[in-house]
């Protein structure tokens, strides 16, 4: 399928996460996926503002074959400080738990890459305390039931149950809280990842 999701370092201090979703199935699904992650990559090792990342692979995919859609976020953790840096393109917010359990959908929007090569893309910024969680997923994952805004309202129960009483492997855990009524209609990929204190 064309669902990605990649971790890697930047430099000493940072890492680099993006993840996201190309319109489609199939071997060219998959190929542009390889691509279009690994220009994320490639772009992040020479300017890491996570809209100049988001807008050089949009121009990158406009320059390419008509009719590609790719939904993606990049972003950028500061292992000592706890910032996040972050742009969407028409993909999913992450969700955030929060030290003191506290769960909700951080702030943004973007155009879908590969639509308009002359868009902007805007960059947002939150800080994650030690104790806290980032869930980053793609649209199969809340879009089950064709209804979005209930997806996300699930998924956010699911994540807030789960975090509650966390199992061993949290993200196969959520997976399976949101799948437990209904079958996955379209890919879908979710990670979780905690925030631990770096030396």
């Not at 590609?68 to 840096?85: E, H």
């Not at 742009?87 to 951080?106: E, F, M, S, Y």
Request: with cysteine; charged share 25%.
């Amino acid at each position: 399928g064309g669902d990605w999701y990649d971790v890697f370092r930047i430099s000493e201090h940072s890492i680099g996460i993006s993840i996201g979703d190309v319109a489609g199935h199939g071997l060219q699904a998959a190929a542009l996926m390889g691509s279009t992650r690994q220009a994320i990559r490639t772009v992040a090792y020479i300017n890491d503002d996570p809209a100049t990342v988001i807008q050089e692979v949009n121009r990158a995919l406009c320059r390419s074959d008509d009719g590609i859609m790719v939904t993606a976020l990049f972003a950028t953790f500061d292992l000592l400080d706890g910032s996040l840096r972050y742009c969407l393109a028409g993909h999913p917010a992450p969700i955030v738990v929060r030290a003191d359990g506290a769960v909700g959908t951080l702030e943004g929007k973007g155009l879908v890459l590969g639509v308009d090569g002359t868009a902007d893309f805007e960059a947002y910024e939150t800080q994650l305390e030690v104790g806290s969680a980032l869930v980053l997923f793609t649209d199969g994952l809340v879009e089950t039931e064709r209804d979005y805004f209930k997806g996300m309202a699930d998924l956010e129960q699911a994540v807030e149950e789960e975090y509650r009483n966390a199992s061993r492997n949290i993200a196969d855990a959520i997976l399976n809280r949101v799948f437990a009524r209904r079958s996955p209609s379209d890919d879908s990929m979710l990670s979780s990842r905690s925030v631990r204190a770096t030396c």
